[in-house]
């Protein structure tokens, strides 16, 4: 049997029904844009919280914590009293009958507005997930920060065993994907091996652990100048950060990474392997084009109209990573990133508020605003492009740490992560180096065992 929600504290029969999909960047901004209207938003998300995906490598790594960089939906929403927050994750839509389903809710649409993001993709290669965690999710980021600090700790493991050959695949990362992400991971576990780990481990040098980054294309930060690309390798080279370039990865295994290029393989044996290659369109989206006749492109994405609703029904929009929203007449989309999604957010809150207030909304179609890159390599150094300025280095970290607080959710986040990077700033260490899921004891090879205790 089917049941609505709408029966919410706050709940105003009458109101137009506006139901927001997704509370990551987008959506979060669309409901905010919602804030006066005389309408009931119902926010739905599977996940209680909202996430800060820009900084989920320096959970990964130990720099931040949760609270940093995830906020629960309900407290950003609190003050706003047109907003009820479900959580229920979504798995299709009635068209016909303008409802969202979840399980057995049915939650009934006068205007809908999906958000949903994108996944994490392995190219085809879905079993590699297991050996080569992305980074999308909290959980994900706790599952990466497990697995490097725990390789660590095996290092030290096997060493103590003498099983020396153990010890450099336990000391071999190797992070796959040459984007901000990748870039990012690289220089954040080598930051993290050099200046917080190497004091601890008095009798194993993990400083000069091997960080392999692995990139199909001819460059790092592809979507960035070549300038910018320059020197962020540069830097990453400079900390010993180890780059293959035009290198493809054709094999994760427990054992290690098999990588191609120019024709030759050759096998990396590495415990731990890092994805920041690629993603796809969560599948609301190919069920969404489905229900009103549409198809995705290659990437999971909806072809949206300028006003960023679909399949001529005003009563649909989709917005963030996963609407394809063309810039003008070059052939480029609008780029899978945060300010996108900010943006078609409060654009598509603007126009609902508009159509509920009985006003026409604005005849001027969504128009994206670069305002610019940034991706940070290392401790305290970043790389920016905004137009023709170019900067790298510590200040671009510092253009870089002003914009990701400025676009933290709210100020507890700002005060989280402000007091952690002055903390790793000031101490050399992070916040949350703990193993909360340490591997099962490994007793040591046979012959070795026997050999170290005679
Ligand atoms: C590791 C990483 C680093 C990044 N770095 C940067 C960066 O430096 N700069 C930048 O601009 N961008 C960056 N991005 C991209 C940026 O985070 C995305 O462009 C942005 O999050 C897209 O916003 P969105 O609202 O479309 O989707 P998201 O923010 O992904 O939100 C989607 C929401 O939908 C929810 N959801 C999904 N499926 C369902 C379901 N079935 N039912 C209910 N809810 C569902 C999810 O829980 C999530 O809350 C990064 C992304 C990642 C993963």
Same mark, same amino acid.
């Given at each position: 049997?089917? *049941?609505?929600?709408?029966?919410?504290? %706050?709940?105003?029969?009458?109101?137009?029904?506006?139901?927001?999909?997704?509370?990551?960047?987008?959506?979060?901004?669309?409901?905010?844009? /919602?804030?006066?209207?005389?309408?009931?938003?119902? =926010?739905?998300?599977?996940?209680?919280?909202?996430?800060?995906?820009?900084?989920? +490598? !320096?959970?990964?790594?130990?720099?931040?914590?949760?609270?940093?960089?995830?906020?629960?939906?309900?407290?950003?929403?609190?003050?706003?009293?047109?907003?009820?927050?479900?959580?229920?994750?979504?798995?299709?839509?009635?068209?016909?009958? #303008?409802?969202?389903? *979840?399980?057995?809710?049915?939650?009934?649409?006068?205007?809908?507005?999906?958000?949903?993001? $994108?996944?994490?993709? +392995?190219?085809?290669?879905? !079993?590699?997930?297991?050996?080569?965690?992305?980074?999308?999710?909290?959980?994900?980021?706790?599952?990466?920060?497990?697995?490097?600090?725990? *390789?660590?700790? !095996?290092?030290? +493991?096997? @060493?103590?065993?003498?099983?020396?050959?153990?010890?450099?695949?336990? /000391?071999?990362? &190797?992070?796959?994907?040459?984007?901000?992400?990748?870039?990012?991971?690289?220089?954040?576990?080598?930051?993290?091996?050099?200046?917080?780990?190497?004091?601890?481990?008095?009798?194993?040098?993990?400083?000069?652990?091997?960080?392999?980054?692995?990139?199909?294309?001819?460059?790092?930060?592809?979507?960035?100048?070549?300038?910018?690309?320059?020197?962020? *390798?540069?830097?990453? @080279?400079?900390?010993?950060?180890?780059?293959? =370039?035009?290198?493809?990865?054709?094999?994760?295994?427990?054992? %290690?990474?098999?990588?191609?290029?120019?024709?030759?393989?050759?096998?990396?044996?590495?415990?731990?392997?890092?994805?920041?290659?690629?993603?796809?369109?969560?599948?609301? %989206?190919?069920?969404?084009?489905?229900?009103?006749?549409?198809?995705?492109? #290659?990437?999971?994405?909806?072809?949206?109209?300028?006003?960023?609703?679909?399949?001529? #029904?005003?009563?649909?929009?989709?917005?963030?990573?996963?609407?394809? &929203?063309?810039?003008?007449?070059?052939?480029?989309?609008?780029?899978?990133?945060? !300010?996108?999604?900010?943006? $078609?957010?409060? +654009?598509?809150?603007?126009?609902?508020?508009?159509?509920?207030?009985?006003?026409?909304?604005?005849?001027?179609?969504?128009?994206?605003?670069?305002?610019?890159?940034?991706?940070?390599?290392?401790?305290?150094?970043?790389?920016?492009?905004?137009?023709?300025?170019?900067?790298?280095?510590?200040?671009?970290?510092?253009?870089?740490?002003?914009?990701?607080?400025?676009? =933290?959710?709210?100020?507890?986040?700002?005060?989280?992560?402000?007091?952690?990077?002055?903390?790793?700033?000031?101490?050399?260490?992070?916040?949350?180096?703990?193993?909360?899921?340490?591997?099962?004891? @490994?007793?040591?090879?046979?012959?070795?065992?026997? %050999?170290?205790?005679?």
């Amino acid at each position: 049997m089917s *049941a609505s929600p709408h029966r919410a504290p %706050g709940y105003v029969e009458g109101r137009p029904d506006v139901v927001v999909v997704g509370g990551g960047f987008g959506g979060v901004s669309c409901v905010r844009a /919602l804030r006066r209207a005389n309408a009931n938003v119902v =926010l739905v998300d599977r996940m209680n919280h909202t996430l800060f995906q820009p900084l989920l +490598y !320096q959970l990964a790594t130990g720099v931040l914590d949760d609270s940093a960089i995830a906020s629960p939906l309900r407290q950003v929403f609190a003050r706003q009293s047109n907003v009820s927050v479900l959580r229920a994750s979504v798995d299709g839509f009635d068209v016909d009958r #303008r409802c969202v389903l *979840a399980g057995d809710l049915e939650i009934p649409w006068d205007h809908l507005v999906l958000a949903a993001g $994108m996944k994490t993709s +392995y190219f085809g290669n879905d !079993q590699w997930e297991a050996m080569a965690p992305g980074l999308k999710t909290l959980d994900d980021a706790h599952r990466v920060r497990g697995r490097i600090l725990e *390789a660590f700790e !095996q290092a030290e +493991y096997v @060493r103590v065993w003498g099983e020396t050959d153990e010890v450099r695949p336990w /000391l071999t990362f &190797v992070v796959v994907g040459g984007g901000a992400t990748g870039v990012e991971v690289a220089g954040a576990i080598k930051q993290l091996a050099v200046d917080r780990l190497a004091p601890e481990f008095k009798d194993l040098d993990v400083a000069r652990c091997r960080v392999l980054l692995v990139e199909g294309g001819e460059r790092l930060l592809a979507a960035m100048s070549t300038k910018s690309s320059a020197a962020a *390798a540069k830097t990453l @080279r400079s900390y010993g950060v180890e780059i293959r =370039l035009e290198t493809r990865v054709v094999d994760v295994s427990p054992e %290690g990474v098999t990588i191609e290029q120019g024709g030759s393989r050759e096998f990396v044996p590495a415990r731990t392997v890092v994805w920041g290659a690629g993603v796809a369109g969560n599948a609301l %989206g190919a069920h969404l084009a489905e229900a009103v006749g549409l198809e995705t492109d #290659r990437g999971g994405r909806l072809e949206v109209s300028g006003d960023l609703t679909i399949a001529g #029904r005003d009563d649909i929009r989709v917005i963030g990573d996963l609407a394809r &929203v063309p810039i003008g007449e070059t052939g480029a989309t609008v780029p899978g990133v945060a !300010q996108g999604a900010i943006q $078609m957010g409060t +654009y598509a809150g603007r126009a609902i508020a508009a159509r509920v207030a009985g006003r026409a909304p604005t005849k001027k179609p969504f128009r994206y605003f670069d305002k610019g890159s940034l991706a940070t390599v290392g401790r305290g150094k970043a790389v920016l492009d905004m137009g023709r300025l170019h900067i790298a280095g510590f200040l671009g970290w510092l253009v870089w740490a002003a914009v990701h607080i400025a676009f =933290l959710v709210n100020f507890r986040s700002r005060i989280a992560a402000m007091g952690s990077w002055a903390f790793a700033y000031i101490f050399q260490t992070g916040v949350n180096e703990l193993i909360t899921k340490p591997a099962a004891p @490994r007793a040591p090879l046979e012959s070795e065992s026997e %050999g170290s205790s005679t």
